[in-house]
């Protein structure tokens, strides 16, 4: 059922459409990534965008959370010592310690020890998961704190952090290019890792972290430093180097068999380094073994002496697919990575990455990630890390067959392995079902009455329809009842008509159905009254009017005089069913055009278009794209984007929109010569308006001062209601915050919506308290207007990232979509009251039997139920909206009609209720 959230101020509501109708079971909401298993095999820590691992989760950010494999807990890492949930979140941190008592993490959030507040200062901090204590681990010198750079290692026993960071934290060595350090954390001290191989001086280009022993004593570093070792190095890019911690000596691990460096560059070799020293790592440098002719990244094993590549066939022959960083176990016995490749093994038939374990001591390479069936996994496994002894296994899947455990299929889950019963785990066991979308949501067209959206989405919550997950299909919410339908299954929508009976479907397969590739997108027609789906022909962004005519662009040359191998734009006829050219030149050939639109009906039908043609009206010669109208099907083509003198664009136009009475076209644009306003400080897009029947252009993007928007800001996409009254768009306070829009400092895509009659506009995607969000408006922006209603209602869909549009506080954050309406008639709120007792509220509101009370959109009122003597009150029923139960008062926002009944029993008439004798 989609939920209603109201703005504050009268006369306005925003809705929460894609609320899910169905269950899905106990699976996260968002994915996971980057286990890290305990050298002991007993905690996993991970990151995840999931909202729903632990109750309470609401800062709409990647957290760092903690697994134990034994008693099943998950438990946040990334807060504060008081438990309070933190932001700006780094990438960087460690496994946690084998007590599972110490993690080390990156963070830029204020609210922890010196913490600066910005999400790109990467300060270092240590919990103790314990206590909950969190201590700043990046303060060095007189009071400085350095920002880690890539990964972040935590020994064993807690005491040593190896880090990578751009800071000169010894004055001793000062450089220009991120190094490697230590830090111990008993004496607080710091050790430089990449120095020189004289020890005088830092490596003299950028070095990063790639893995740290168990133990501690090796650490592996990936350099394009030439003075780490006495090694002549005889590439420009990254190499791999090795420091033995006890001996204070660096070795150059990617050799070729003369023992030379490698002579091929290589952006990103990267490792894993046990306790004895031995090396797994990848790189693509073709001459560290003999015959490595695949121009891929391989992967090898140093055992301390020799180099050997390990992903090869079973025959011994290269692999033509590239592989990830490979991980060793702290022993050195195992080594586990992930790979698409169907040629390492026999019978690996499942075309997707899998995981594979190589044995050092035989050499045998065998497949990790095999179900039941013993049949390999049906979805990728990625990112392994193994414990000491090699026992454990932690990675990341969406496969839905390694255990009986229910899996997102869309997000990675993180999973455990244990080698010697060939068991897998699944580790995020979220703490309640998912009740949001779980994966973003496209689309927003929205009918007249605004009864109709569709949208289309991966999201297989929606409905209780099975439809074949990783794939976009397309839904219909109906607010009539506030249900979800499945409309097409592998599609999407680009328009519906604004009587609701038509719909625009792209899919690249036949519809209905879904079962038949076609090759490429191709535009349907979707007759909802007589429920029929009618194949058009290839092309984009289709667009219909009320009798079903659509009009499309498409590279494909239909008509006879169309030999251009161009974008062109055509109509469909439903009636004749014939496909015409519309963007025809005067030499009366195809001549391009992309991006229509089309209003009207009947004898008043126009399409609106795009083209940087030259020759489709004459005297085009500013070689820009512009826009065109032309009445169909017989009328001439004339250009919108030029002054009433005729004056062309100075800039380039795209992307108009024309209302349903076909009287306003809207584009946007980059021009600032089309109309008389002032652009000596305006942005670079602007929004402009075509009065048809006047021929006049008028600016839309207005700021509250009336002025084109400022500076770098910009706006785009616009749309225009069925009068041409309304225009919406998208806009970005991109540099200037606060100058076009007061309050409006986000540096967010927002919302706005324009009147053309009082000429004002305002940001309508806020909070339903009015304030602005870091929430950000995604491109398409739609407004209709319902002029069957005194005074018109008005509505704009957009979509959103995050969550403080929904008013749901464990929002996943995945791009959801909204309804904001405004105006309309008064709404009915009927109030029915059943038994003894009356209901009583604000704005004068007092009923003891069946009442009408009229309220305009977006009245909050608050609403007691009050028992007559002897008589209970056992609860609320209403069609839409929150009072369901006994809560009393009831808080009731008028979004729409609604019938609100409220129960009252005599306990003296309940003969039953505990027993005969009471």
Request: hydrophobic fraction near 35%.
């Amino acid at each position: 059922m989609a939920l209603m959230v109201s703005l504050s101020a009268q006369g306005q509501a925003l809705h929460w459409l894609a609320q899910p109708d169905a269950d899905i079971g106990p699976v996260i909401n968002h994915y996971s990534s980057s286990p890290k298993i305990s050298t002991n095999g007993r905690y996993v820590s991970f990151s995840s965008y999931a909202t729903n691992l632990i109750p309470d989760d609401t800062n709409n950010e990647r957290d760092i959370f903690l697994k134990d494999l034994v008693t099943g807990e998950i438990k946040l890492v990334t807060s504060t010592q008081s438990g309070a949930q933190i932001n700006f979140i780094g990438s960087a941190f460690s496994a946690p310690t084998s007590d599972g008592r110490f993690i080390v993490f990156a963070s830029g959030s204020a609210a922890l020890p010196n913490g600066s507040g910005l999400w790109n200062d990467e300060y270092l901090y240590l919990k103790d998961m314990v206590t909950g204590q969190v201590t700043n681990l990046s303060v060095y010198g007189a009071g400085d704190y350095f920002e880690a750079t890539g990964g972040v290692h935590l020994t064993d026993d807690a005491r040593y952090i190896t880090f990578g960071t751009y800071d000169d934290i010894d004055p001793n060595f000062s450089a220009s290019r991120a190094q490697v350090y230590r830090k111990d954390l008993l004496t607080d001290t710091y050790e430089l890792i990449s120095v020189s191989e004289d020890g005088l001086s830092a490596a003299d280009d950028t070095s990063s972290l790639a893995s740290v022993s168990p133990n501690g004593r090796y650490i592996l570093m990936s350099s394009e430093a030439h003075n780490l070792t006495a090694d002549v190095i005889n590439n420009s890019r990254d190499n791999l180097f090795l420091r033995d911690m006890n001996t204070g000596t660096t070795q150059l691990v990617n050799v070729t068999p003369s023992g030379d460096s490698s002579a091929f560059d290589d952006f990103s070799p990267s490792g894993s380094v046990s306790n004895i020293g031995t090396v797994a790592f990848k790189t693509s440098q073709s001459d560290i073994v003999v015959n490595d002719t695949n121009g891929l990244s391989d992967l090898f094993y140093y055992d301390g002496t020799n180099i050997q590549r390990i992903n090869l066939t079973p025959a011994g022959n290269e692999v033509s697919d590239a592989s990830p960083v490979p991980v060793i176990s702290g022993d050195g016995s195992r080594i586990v990575f992930s790979s698409y490749s169907s040629e390492l093994v026999n019978n690996d038939n499942n075309e997707t990455g899998d995981l594979f374990s190589y044995d050092t001591a035989s050499g045998q390479l065998t497949v990790v990630t095999v179900n039941n069936s013993n049949e390999t996994a049906n979805a990728s496994s990625t990112q392994p890390s193994l414990s000491l002894d090699g026992s454990r296994l932690a990675f990341v899947s969406t496969a839905s067959d390694l255990s009986n455990e229910p899996v997102s299929i869309l997000h990675p889950e993180v999973f455990a392995y244990r080698f010697a019963q060939q068991q897998f785990k699944k580790l995020t066991e979220p703490a309640f079902n998912p009740h949001t979308i779980i994966e973003a949501v496209y689309g927003g067209y929205l009918s007249s009455d605004q009864q109709t959206v569709l949208y289309h989405t991966k999201s297989y919550n929606l409905t209780a329809d099975s439809v074949e997950p990783n794939t976009s299909h397309l839904y219909r919410l109906d607010r009539s009842d506030n249900s979800h339908h499945l409309v097409a299954l592998k599609s999407s929508a680009s328009d519906i008509s604004a009587n609701g009976r038509y719909v625009v479907v792209n899919s690249d397969y036949f519809q209905p159905g879904g079962l038949i590739d076609l090759g490429s997108n191709h535009i349907f027609l979707y007759d909802r009254l007589n429920d029929v789906f009618t194949q058009i022909d290839e092309g984009y962004s289709g667009r219909v009017n009320n009798d079903g005519v659509v009009v499309f662009y498409t590279s494909k040359d239909i008509a006879a005089n169309d030999s251009n191998g161009e974008y062109d734009v055509y109509l469909y006829d439903p009636v004749s069913q014939v496909i015409s050219l519309i963007s025809e030149g005067l030499d009366g050939m195809a001549a391009g055009g992309e991006f229509p639109d089309i209003g009207g009906q009947g004898n008043n039908t126009w399409v609106v278009f795009e083209s940087e043609a030259d020759n489709l009206v004459p005297a085009d010669t500013n070689n820009r794209p512009d826009i065109f109208m032309k009445k169909v099907p017989s009328g001439t083509i004339t250009r919108v984007s030029q002054t009433p003198a005729g004056v062309e664009a100075n800039e380039r136009s795209d992307y108009p929109r024309i209302s349903e009475d076909a009287s306003t076209i809207v584009f946007s644009t980059q021009a600032d010569n089309l109309t008389s306003d002032d652009y000596s400080q305006a942005g670079t897009g602007q929004i402009l308006y075509y009065d048809r029947v006047n021929t006049l252009l008028h600016l839309a993007s207005k700021n509250e001062s009336g002025l084109p928007l400022y500076g770098q800001n910009y706006s785009m996409l616009p749309s225009v209601s069925e009068s041409g009254r309304y225009i919406s768009y998208v806009y970005e306070d991109e540099t200037y915050v606060g100058v076009d829009f007061a309050g409006d400092d986000d540096f967010r895509e927002d919302a706005v919506l324009f009147d053309i009659v009082t000429q004002t506009p305002k940001i309508i995607s806020v909070t339903p308290q009015g304030d602005h969000t870091d929430d950000s408006v995604n491109n398409l922006v739609t407004v209709v207007e319902d002029e069957a209603l005194n005074p018109p209602l008005i509505g704009v869909t957009f979509s959103a990232y995050g969550p403080n549009f929904s008013g749901v506080d464990n929002h996943p954050g995945h791009l959801d979509m909204y309804l904001y309406q405004q105006g309309g008639p008064d709404l009915d709120l009927h109030i029915q009251v059943v038994g003894a007792g009356t209901v009583s509220g604000t704005s004068g509101i007092n009923c003891s039997s069946d009442c009408h009370y009229d309220f305009s959109l977006g009245t909050e009122l608050t609403l007691v139920a009050n028992a007559s003597t002897g008589a209970t009150f056992t609860g609320w029923q209403m069609d839409f909206g929150h009072c369901q139960d006994d809560t009393n008062p009831c808080q009731v926002t008028m979004d729409r009609a609604k019938t609100l009944t409220a129960y009252f029993v005599d306990p003296n008439d309940i003969i039953f209720i505990d027993g005969f004798d009471n």
